[in-house]
T-cell receptor, first 111, second 112 residues
């Protein structure tokens, strides 16, 4: 699979702060997806992006598909304790099936 | 509520055992996937099935044998595994190409 570079690796923030994380790739992707995974559970889809330049929101979450199709970012506004978890970016290549995942960003939120 | 159900949630098996993981999706999707999640490594694609036909095998060792009898069910048959095969095995499904994938809760496999 293709290597995705996800950063930061971890974040430790206070409740109410905004959070930003991003993913970059050396290859072009046709789709970018963002997932959240809680311990012992499977990844849950947060946002899906299908067009270069697309900016999409889901509640307090906002994600963008980079113009070059090689990057994406996820922002979380006004973080709350239940935002704790590991966030993964995933790029879908031209096969249209396989997802290439980043290593994840571990988010900790203190009250 | 999850549309993708995996059983069992936890499995401990010896290296000489044969076991199977089961996945069922209730979303009406046509494509199903097996992914492996090991500690400190990104999720890795293992197999892709579309309309019951295997479309991708990501160089997975033959001790892992997938089976897709229909678009709603996917199995992963395991035999003579190694301790390094211990991981979280995740099933996912999607409508088809260039659509989002939804994951099950995973099976935590420990090989002893």
């Amino acid at each position: 699979g293709q290597q995705l570079n996800q950063s930061p690796q971890s974040m430790f923030i206070q409740e109410g702060e905004d959070v930003s994380m991003n993913c970059t790739s050396s290859s072009i992707f046709n789709t970018w997806l963002w997932y959240k995974q809680d311990p012992g559970e499977g990844p849950v889809l947060l946002i899906a992006l299908y067009k270069a330049g697309e900016l999409t929101s889901n509640g307090r979450l906002t994600a963008q598909f980079g113009i070059t199709r090689k990057d994406s970012f996820l922002n979380i506004s006004a973080s709350i304790p239940s935002d704790v978890g590991i966030y993964f970016c995933a790029g879908q290549d031209r096969s249209g099936y396989a997802l290439n995942f980043g290593k994840g960003t571990s988010l900790l939120v203190t009250p | 509520e999850t549309g993708v159900t995996q059983t069992p949630r936890h499995l401990v098996m010896g290296m000489t055992n044969k076991k199977s993981l089961k996945c069922e999706q209730h979303l009406g999707h046509n494509a199903m996937y097996w992914y492996k999640q090991s500690a400190k490594k990104p999720l890795e694609l293992m197999f892709v099935y579309n309309f019951k036909e295997q479309t991708e095998n990501n160089s997975v060792p033959s001790r892992f044998s997938p089976e897709c009898p229909n678009s709603s069910h996917l199995f992963l048959h395991l035999h003579t595994l190694q301790p390094e095969d211990s991981a979280l095995y995740l099933c996912a499904s999607s409508k088809g190409r260039f659509t989002e994938a939804f994951f099950g809760q995973g099976t935590r496999l420990t090989v002893v």
